[in-house]
């Protein structure tokens, strides 16, 4: 039982692998993602397409310790500035994991 | 012009399915062909041409008709994005005007291959070095696409991360690319013999898998015509009126170094055709100021469904008409 | 009755490939057909039979049999809902006496494809309207469905959300109702011609196709029939007894109305099937009330596998051994 | 960084058009959904069903002003009584957004 | 309009009904399931395997009372524990849900 | 060794499928076989050769050949992960070490069939029990591996959550052994007539079908080479020479009951092939200790590709050699 931090992105599936590449470098323990999300920002809406994979949003969900978590943010808003989407954080109790309690 | 061959083009059952996807989009029915079933009809048709393409061409060798459509298959990848970008630019901005260009610049291979479908209802086959054109055509006019947008693009301050090794993998290793041209050197590889083993899979049900396809483009077609309603009034002529130009350079061209009647159409189609697998693709990466909702409806819902409808059989009646021009104006 | 055509129909590999997916299931085995692969069957199944029956269709013409047969049919989609809801509100609540009759007024294009199949071993090939009956019959018994609800529901309090067009709709542009119609349409407007085109696809690899569908449906029917525990014991017996009075009273109007042996069974393969496909789409929106973990169960789990093993040999025994009673009892 | 409201919605598939409607009457500036969503509630099991696209819910995400989502859970009330479901609303962080910072 | 506690769980996709059979014997009035989940975390990457339902994750939420909450944080704790993953809890507030206000 | 007979197989278009695959992922291309539609082509190929030796079987009937197959293929089953067990402890834990054992001691139902499709470009067609000796041999090994485990585990402390009944659900009742058994019943219980029925899809495509999986086994067994690089210096040959070796031990026991040649070359390779579908599923469960991340890419990218490419050309060429040797060596 830990107070953790947790951050949701949602941004462009193409972009997954290098926000992936990012989060290992903040070196955090883990992380989720969702592949098949649709939506609608300022970009327009996105669908998906069916003869490519192509304007499709993705789902990342990354927690961890506070200050972490803010490099995290830090690290990825380039992406997301660029590609579009966005990227939320709240606090949350970290009940079971590996080796915690 | 005679309408037999717009006739006997529409009563050809994969047309017909086409309609039937369009009808039941119209209709707003629940008709659906699930992700990722078009993929598999769209991997299905890029193997089973390329296939066939290699095995043809294997029998044919390369003469100087392979080398001369080739070469003018490359050209016209090149040609058209460039002048296609000067007619856009008198109303888009420059980012716009690329990828629409490098769009028509590039090919559509369902187009192709409803052109052999209905080259086939009249008793006629292209030779299978088109399908090498079709696989050499795809990937040109992106790059040419990208150069212009670079040249003519207001200050690139976004050179940082641009990456020309990106775009060349983006516009030369995209799946429908090395698929189709990975087939044909597999037919060309494994010849008359490999074509046994596989002519079942690759041409028996050909025909039925085109049509599942063409309803899923019918279905996609109608549902994207919508897409376009913010686009303005330029945009739904140009993507009839620039095509049915391409066809007619590519027609001169077919008749300046002889091509068959049969070769000439399929070349036409390819020139005639827009992409909208390949060319978004690619996109996203090198143009992203670029809007998606502009180039893939054009593409998908005005282009894709007259090349299908009307063009293949005017292009072809353009083709029987001009032998008896082309001499008059040529002398 | 002749124990020979139960063991025919039950050797034939598609009907024994549905039985190996009620085995697996039964085992727990992880076999099994992930979405939208059974999608894609029934999409092809639907699309080949409509096809072939447009083929047909264009062969024999409109003739009196065929007006008989389609007339027949809707009928029976008319009148099988009204007397099965009177049957079933014995026992239900209008809602659900309402959906299930819709459910049994419809029909299963599955069952259908097994009869015809059933019959090609004995060497008959039914007409090709009957799939033209298939489609018409598809429909109407949603929209008895929800007329009979409507006039006995206790008070329709949410008759403000209610619309007769979105009920038209889902009835009359579903999907499935919308593929068969507009492919026999196809077949019928492409006749031989389209049919050559397309046969290694439509006819050759049909029964493969079919076999791998009806291995999924064995996997799903057996995993459905667990959702029936809390249906209590009025269900399970109506889902085999009502299937064979529907089949029966089929039967004798076919005798009526002089139809041959092979159009007969697969006319009464039709009425004594169940819809579960069609039916629960439209019950969402217009019977939201009625409890699908009653009818899609009933349909799937029961009157499926029923139909399947021992209804269409049965159905076809009584057909012709009423050659025999029907003229004693006529006259 | 700015405080706003997450929504999150749990319905009935094919109502997610009805909801984006009405997302858009409201004046969002954006929504997020996640397609194939099983689960259980009042109404029983909803696990998709293989013939149709029947009996499946959708995951909506939704984050923007209190006051706006206020109005978002008003206008979205009556389809989720009628189709099911449930909409719940908790307070995070936006950090990266088009424009923010 | 009512504080709940939220609970989400992201394990193994293969342990997803053992799972819903501990939420159904604490009483849970609801669940929902996202199926196709990939990630990371100390038993390495999870992205799904083509030829057989393995190495993938799923995600399932729940919602309830705080205490019922606490008793099913309980009963999965030993699953993820054996096969991986992790839960996190947090509160927020149910707005719509059938028959609350 | 006769290097036509390699040249023979590589230039096989399926094998050639398997390479384009292969070259697509070094380039980093995204041409991608989305899920589920590799499994689409799996069950096919499951179903499709299950059919077939269950049809050849009933046409040989149960003979000596049959009895003396089937049993050589059981007892490979169990003495192949014995010893390769031993070998894989000199560097591995137990755990590990058993389901390595497990992967190799279990078969690769595409890489028997790439070598049945191998004879037949050889005009050599293996007896159709060699479908059943697959079947036979594809859980014994998952057994016995679990067995080791258990024997030479440290002290098994998690005894409270193993099951015998769930290791051998596991086992025997997994999709892949379920749907081949299935099928080859199937086939027994239909014949001929069931053959002519179902020919078209099960046979007729089937090259074709093999030629799509395989271009999807290139793109992911080079995926996952990759995943082998913290695998130390001991696995990557070893997933070499094991499956030789394997094939060795059984080309001397073909020769020992006197298989025909092209029987001794599946059987050969049966026991060289290693298992990557039925293995990692019984392993989660059972050896959860075991690290997929070792077993799956042995599988996968090593050995399912020496045996496609060089494997199968170098059996064969064994088995023709041998017929000279072994009776120097024998008398
Ligand atoms: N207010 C929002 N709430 C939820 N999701 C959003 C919101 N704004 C944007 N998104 C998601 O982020 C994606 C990209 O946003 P944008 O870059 O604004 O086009 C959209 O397609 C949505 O999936
Ligand atoms: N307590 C809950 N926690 C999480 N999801 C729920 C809960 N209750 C309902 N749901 C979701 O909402 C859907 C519809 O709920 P209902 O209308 O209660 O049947 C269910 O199928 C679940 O996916
Ligand atoms: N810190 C984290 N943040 C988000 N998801 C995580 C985190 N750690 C683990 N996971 C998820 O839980 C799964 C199993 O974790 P593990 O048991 O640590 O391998 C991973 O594959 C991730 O999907
Ligand atoms: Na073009
Ligand atoms: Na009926
Ligand atoms: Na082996």
Redesign the pocket.
């Known amino acids: 039982m830990k107070r953790v931090v947790k951050v949701e992105i949602v941004t462009d599936s193409l972009e997954v692998e290098n926000i992936i590449k990012l989060l290992e470098e903040v070196g955090?323990?883990?992380?989720?993602v969702i592949k098949d999300v649709t939506g609608k920002g300022h970009r327009g809406v996105r669908s998906g397409y069916e003869f490519a994979d192509l304007f499709k949003n993705s789902y990342i969900?990354?927690?961890?310790e506070e200050n972490q978590m803010h490099k995290v943010v830090e690290a990825i808003k380039p992406i997301i500035k660029k590609f579009g989407g966005l990227c939320i954080v709240s606090d949350v109790i970290l009940r079971i994991?590996?080796g915690d309690d | 012009m005679d309408i037999g061959l717009i006739i006997n083009n529409l009563v050809h059952p994969p047309v017909l399915f086409f309609f039937l996807g369009m009808i039941a989009s119209f209709c707003k029915s629940d008709l659906k062909i699930p992700d990722p079933l078009p993929k598999l009809f769209s991997l299905y048709l890029l193997l089973a041409i390329g296939f066939h393409g290699g095995v043809e061409l294997r029998k044919t060798g390369i003469n100087q008709e392979v080398i001369f459509s080739l070469s003018a298959g490359i050209l016209m990848a090149i040609i058209v994005p460039i002048y296609t970008f000067f007619i856009l630019k008198i109303k888009l901005d420059t980012y716009n005007a690329a990828a629409i260009a490098a769009t028509y610049g590039s090919i559509s291979a369902v187009t192709f291959i409803t052109a052999v479908t209905f080259l086939q209802t009249l008793g006629l086959e292209p030779g299978g070095y088109m399908v090498a054109a079709l696989a050499l055509m795809e990937s040109p006019a992106i790059v040419i696409g990208i150069i212009l947008a670079r040249l003519f693009a207001p200050n690139n301050k976004e050179g940082n991360h641009f990456s020309w090794g990106m775009v060349m993998k983006e516009a030369f290793l995209n799946g429908s690319v090395l698929l189709i041209s990975g087939s044909l050197l597999i037919g060309l590889a494994s010849g008359e013999e490999g074509w046994d083993t596989l002519k079942p899979f690759t041409k028996d049900i050909f025909k039925g898998m085109l049509s599942f396809f063409l309803l899923d483009m019918g279905l996609l077609a109608a549902k994207r015509i919508g897409d376009l309603k913010s686009a303005g009034f330029f945009l739904p002529p140009f993507a009839i009126l620039v095509p049915v130009l391409n066809a007619c350079v590519a027609i001169f061209i077919a008749k300046l170094i002889h091509l068959q009647p049969e070769n000439a159409l399929v070349f036409s189609v390819l020139c005639a055709s827009a992409s909208y697998i390949a060319v978004p693709a690619a996109m996203r990466l090198s143009l992203p100021e670029a809007n998606p909702s502009l180039f893939v409806p054009m593409a998908l819902a005005i282009t894709f469904p007259f090349n299908i409808i009307v063009g293949i059989p005017l292009y072809y009646y353009l083709i029987m008409r001009t032998d008896q021009w082309i001499p008059l104006f040529w002398k």
């Open positions: 955090v323990s883990g992380y989720s969900l990354v927690v961890g994991h590996r």
